[in-house]
């Protein structure tokens, strides 16, 4: 299988990742899809629950926490800001105009992935939700394959990646014009050249987020609508 095609079920780990692969939970305990003995999925009478990962990417300033919230709202999901689960000294390398390596942003994509598995976990105080909102850059094919994993092996978890494009200029712009975050515009050009825009990945969604929050946010309602009834 290519990186980025869809996967068929049942689903092998194209990366290696016991760890995690094995501390998967049960996410779907009344799974209406049970692999049979020859491989195959079966069908039964009952509904299969979808919980859905949407991984808001794109590089900084291109609305990651914005879009991501807006649809926190929308759907009625945790909400997990990358930004949050990144170390300190990653937070501090980019404050002081140093882009990250993929070493430095390795362990942060892991964190994040079980962060998102694991808000997805039915707990006793809340029903399971319908799933998890992650805004994570994910520049870079291979870090889109790691967030990948949090679906394999579970047929009811599906991992979507809305991804924001704009150009440099607007982002530059709207980098500039934010307050108080240590990302600073001078770092927009390396994100940029870091960034490897998904083309031919089937879960990937890709919005043009020039214009108003308002208008991005209705292209993004128009678009996850649209791939939420793919699943009825
Ligand atoms: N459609 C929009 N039009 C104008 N400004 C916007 C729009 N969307 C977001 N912004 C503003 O642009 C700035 C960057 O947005 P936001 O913080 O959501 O981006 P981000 O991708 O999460 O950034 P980072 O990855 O650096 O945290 C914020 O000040 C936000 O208010
Ligand atoms: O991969 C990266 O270089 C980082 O994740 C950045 O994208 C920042 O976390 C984010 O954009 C904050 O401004």
New binding site residues.
Partial sequence: MLVGDRPQLPVTPAIEDPPIAHVMPDLNPGSSTTPSATGCAEKSTQPLHIQHIWIVTG???CG?STVGKALQQELGVPFLE??DY?PQLNKEK?GRGT??TDED?WD?LVVLRKAAIDALAPSSERNSPAGVVVA??A?KQKYRDVMRVAAYGSPSVQIHFIYLRLDEDVLMERVRARQQ???KSGMVRS?LA?LEEPKDEWDVITINVQGSAEEVQQRVHDAVTAKLAEYV
């Fill in positions: 590089p900084a300033g990651k990358g930004d990144h980019m882009p990250l942003r942060w994570c850059s520049l975050h240590y990302m994100q870091t």
